[in-house]
């Protein structure tokens, strides 16, 4: 497969299994009738930012697909990484399980850190386009906790 094609397979896959997600969860969405904790973005914001991280998710996974850096280990962090976050969605919307998908979103910030060593020990660009993404795990576990916190 040429460099294009590698890159748009590893962009659309995440990218896909986020949209397939968001499909699954739209009809559970309960964000805008929650408390909403103290920083809470509006609703619109995550959409946007998400697709903003599955392509650069895909992009990181491009560059080394490109340069023929992956490995079974780089094949594994990625793809585990890709379930926890599909996961946590349905964990937390679907189920309403608040509290669980507060410990899965720590489950998937190690996992991005896991990923992001690995991707930078192959690629320095690979690992630190990874970094916005841990931010915004960071971020949204705050507000997992707090919304798990003000709507007990």
């Known amino acids: 497969m040429n460099k294009i094609g590698i890159y748009i397979k590893s962009i659309l896959i995440p ?59 780089i094949y594994w962090v990625y793809y585990w990484q890709l379930a926890i976050n599909a996961l946590w969605s349905i964990f937390f919307f679907v189920f309403k399980w608040r509290f669980f998908a507060f410990i899965w979103i720590i489950l998937l910030a190690i996992a991005v850190i896991m990923m992001i060593v690995k991707f930078y020990s192959k690629d320095k660009i690979a690992g630190l386009l990874q970094v916005p993404y841990l931010l915004w795990v960071v971020f949204a576990s705050y507000l997992n906790l707090a919304f798990y916190i003000l709507n007990r």
């Not at 509006?42 to 023929?68: D, H, Q």
């Open 15 to 73: 990218v896909i299994v986020g949209g397939v997600v968001g499909l699954i969860v739209s009809q559970f969405m309960d964000y805008n009738s929650l408390q909403k904790p103290f920083l809470a973005p509006p609703s619109i914001v995550f959409p946007i930012v998400w697709t903003i991280l599955y392509i650069t998710m895909g992009i990181s996974y491009g560059i080394l697909k490109s340069k023929n850096l992956t490995d079974k280990e």
